[in-house]
């Protein structure tokens, strides 16, 4: 799905019937799986900050509290302006559901419902294309992908209270737990843990991911890799 978007669609009625559909499954619907759930029951009675490059909102809809989050990179829940004209995000939840149910889709409990006897549409009405309330240029995504990027009033909030838990921990016992971060954003988590972890002898890394779980040399002593699923580890812990 996540490759699916950098694809060429030849009109944005077709785009954002793709989107659309990514953005409800993603960001609206459940995850396969309780993995959030079952870290909150390990931690929620911890002093613990979460900081992500998830975008998929699981970490709040899962109870954590939204005073401890800081998603980084953006949020399927929220557009932009795609010219970036001005620093504000916009709520999509109820625009999105629009756009799946015009093609054809039923919303359950379940997720999104195809329609039994017909092929649903691969394209949304014209009218429901977003377009900036400012400048009127296409909506998109507010995801890190390039300078446009918005940081709007939420975002610095949240990196603020991030920051203050950060330095408010800079010496005693932390247990920096890195999840399933690999090396395309290693600059955000991985780097800056390893690095903090290094920086206070009190601190233990500890990190969890299928193939690119290691640390560097020099926090090996106070360092736990585990080579497995997320889920089991977990299940295992609790």
């Known amino acids: 799905m996540y490759s699916g978007g950098f694809y060429p669609f030849p009109t944005p009625e077709e785009s954002w019937a793709y989107w659309s559909r990514f953005i409800f499954l993603n960001r609206y619907s459940d995850p396969p799986r309780p993995v959030y759930s079952e870290l909150l029951e390990l931690v929620e009675d911890k002093d613990c900050f979460v900081l992500t490059t998830n975008v998929d909102h699981c970490f709040q809809k899962a109870g954590f509290a939204k005073n401890r989050l800081f998603y980084t990179q953006g949020d399927y829940g929220l557009w932009q302006c795609s010219e970036a004209c001005h620093d504000r995000t916009y709520d999509n939840g109820e625009a999105v559901r629009r756009m799946v149910e015009a093609q054809g889709f039923r919303i359950g409990e379940g997720g999104l419902e195809p329609p039994p006897d017909a092929v649903p549409a691969m394209a949304v009405p014209a009218d429901l294309i977003p377009r900036c309330p400012v400048c009127g240029a296409p909506m998109a995504m507010n995801l890190r992908a390039d300078d446009t990027f ?15 838990f950060v330095r408010r921990h800079t010496r005693g016992a932390v247990l920096y737990l890195e999840l399933g971060v690999g090396m395309n954003t290693p600059a955000i988590i991985k780097f800056p843990f390893w690095r903090m972890t290094a920086e206070n002898p009190k601190a233990v890394y500890a990190c969890v991911n299928l193939g690119q779980a290691c640390c560097p040399a020099e926090i090996a002593g106070r360092a736990v890799c585990i080579r497995a699923d997320i889920s089991e580890v977990l299940a295992a812990l609790a």
């Open 150 to 164: 918005v940081q709007d009033e939420g975002w610095y909030a949240a990196y603020r209270r991030y920051d203050d």
